[in-house]
Every structure is written in C-alpha cells, then in structure tokens.
C-alpha cells in the first residue's frame, strides 16, 4: 500500500506559479509511476501530467504543456508539480497519484494509489 498527500494548493494570481508536492509513505515511491490530475468544480477528473518512475520519461497535458513541470525525487519520496504562468483555468483540485509500473500514463484508471487532493484557485 502507498499513501500519498498533496501540499502546496492556494489562491494566486493568474500569472503567478505555485509548486505542488506528493508525499508518499507506506512504500518506497520508486516503484511506481506517478502522474497528477485535476477536477473543477462540475468537471470530469483531467489528467495533467505524468512521469516515470526514474524521472527519465514525462507526459503532459496539451493544456498545461510548457507551463507545468513534473519531477520526482526518490530519495525523498515526493513528487512535484511546478506550475508557471497560471490561469484561471487551472483552478481545480489537483490529485496526485501512483500506478504500477515504470511507463507513465494519462488514464486514470492506470493508477492505483490516491492522495486526497490540494485546491488551487487562480484569480483573474
């Protein structure tokens, strides 16, 4: 079993960045791939990024390409989400997560491990 919180949510302005964290515990995160979605308020849950388990591979929303950065650090048993140049649109509860396997993936399905989700809400 893997249990994973998320820190780093808040209010910023659009253009601003925040940096989200996954804290992973129970299991050494190292064996998994690991990936971060979102859901808006009266939206489907949406994938935003993914890497792999050594942090040589990424995937990326075509929303958040070039603005959001996903890495991972094994060592300390956390994953990251930069996010720059933020828009109103980004706001949503952002989830992280955690698959078997070392290829990343864009299907929610995929994953097994969830954390329990960090609200980020970008003014205009």
């Known amino acids: 079993q893997v249990q994973l919180v998320e820190s780093g949510g808040g209010l910023v302005p659009a253009g601003g960045s925040l940096r989200l964290s996954c804290a992973a515990s129970g299991r050494t995160l190292s064996s998994y791939a690991m990936g971060w979605f979102r859901q808006a308020l009266g939206k489907e849950r949406e994938f935003v990024a993914s890497i792999t388990w050594s942090g040589s591979a990424t995937l990326y929303a075509d929303s958040v390409k070039g603005r959001f950065t996903i890495s991972r650090d094994n060592a300390k048993n956390t994953g990251y989400l930069q996010m720059n140049s933020l828009k109103p649109e980004d706001t949503a509860v952002y989830y992280c997560?955690?698959?078997?396997?070392?290829?990343?993936?864009?299907?929610?399905?995929?994953?097994?491990?969830w954390g329990q989700g960090t609200q980020v809400t970008v003014s205009s």
């Open positions: 997560a955690a698959k078997e396997g070392i290829n990343p993936s864009s299907y929610y399905y995929t994953y097994s491990y």
